[in-house]
Nanobody
């Protein structure tokens, strides 16, 4: 599966952005999906993740209540709605898909090495 992320940009603190990740090659309905971000000189970290259905969704503590992950299987797209953005949200955002996620909890949903396919990243910059 190929992933194409878009929607990043420059926004003022308190603003909103909606990232999109369009998949091709396979229907995303069969894949757990996630959004990660990476800041300069830091490791890639999970932002939000969801299993094949929406029955289990994981959010990093830093974005809970502000970000929402969703999927539209009809359009083979995963979204990340980001509200109340802060300067510390500035990063390159990546979407990812996994063939499967071990276990039944959220531990492996949050690990970058769980995911097999990655998009190219989209830059989000939040000014203060």
């Amino acid at each position: 599966v190929q992933l194409q992320a878009s929607g990043g940009g420059l926004v003022q603190a308190g603003g909103s952005l909606k990232l999109s990740c369009v998949a091709s090659g396979r229907p995303i309905s069969g894949y757990p999906m996630a959004w990660f971000r990476q800041q300069p000189e830091k490791e890639r970290e999970v932002v939000a993740a969801m299993r094949r259905t929406a029955h289990m969704i994981y959010y990093a503590d830093s974005v809970k209540g502000r970000f929402t992950i969703s999927r539209d299987n009809d359009h083979n797209t995963v979204y990340l709605q980001m509200n109340s953005l802060k300067p510390e949200d500035t990063a390159v955002y990546y979407c990812a898909a996994a063939r499967s996620v071990p276990g039944s909890g959220t531990h492996f949903m949050a690990r970058a090495d769980t995911y097999d396919y990655w998009g190219q990243g989209t830059q989000v910059t939040v000014s203060s």
